[in-house]
């Protein structure tokens, strides 16, 4: 798939671990590990907000397009 998830890499930068970012979205860990992945068939704009707000982050740092 063309877009990647560096949802790993703003956790690394900001020391948080999956499950607290789960817990401070109100999802599930095993949610988060499909986002995580890339196995998602897609996401909600309130997630990707959610997710921006808490990690204080931009969009474009969590999701990347790679040409296959």
Do not use: H, W
């Amino acid at each position: 798939m063309p877009i990647v998830v560096n949802l790993d890499v703003m956790l690394a930068r900001r020391k948080m671990q999956s499950k607290e970012l789960a817990e401070k979205l109100g999802i599930t860990t095993v949610n988060l590990s499909i986002l995580k992945t890339g196995k998602a068939k897609g996401v909600r704009f309130e997630t990707l907000a959610a997710i921006c707000k808490i990690l204080q982050c931009q969009p474009g740092d969590i999701l990347e397009y790679v040409e296959e």
